[in-house]
Nanobody, 124 residues
């Protein structure tokens, strides 16, 4: 099991940027693939981005491709989500999640550990 804590959310204007961080503790971070998900009010949690445990491969939802970048630093036990050109429809609570394994994972149901979430609000 790995414990995850997100930070970096906040209020930003349309077109602005934010960088979310996910700090991990517990088991060996480099054994875990990481994902970012988000959940807007009244909607289901949805996939945003994922990265393999080595950081060698990434995958994005079509809605954020070209605007968001997922990365990780295994030495610091952290994952990041750089969000640029933010739009009001990006407003949601953002969660990081960890999954033990060597692949890349996009389904919420396969992830083992979740953070508490951080609110991102984009004003128009």
């Amino acid at each position: 099991q790995v414990q995850l804590v997100e930070s970096g959310g906040g209020l930003v204007q349309t077109g602005g940027s934010l960088r979310l961080s996910c700090a991990a503790s517990g088991r060996t971070f480099s054994n875990y693939a990481m994902g970012w998900f988000r959940q807007a009010p009244g909607k289901e949690r949805e996939f945003v981005a994922a990265i393999t445990r080595t950081g060698g491969s990434t995958y994005y939802a079509d809605s954020v491709k070209g605007r968001f970048t997922i990365s990780r630093d295994n030495a610091k036990k952290a994952a990041y989500l750089q969000m640029n050109s933010l739009q009001p429809e990006d407003t949601a609570v953002y969660y990081c999640a960890a999954k033990s394994g060597s692949a890349i994972y996009i389904r919420t149901s396969v992830y083992d550990d979740w953070g508490q979430g951080t609110q991102v609000t984009v004003s128009s």
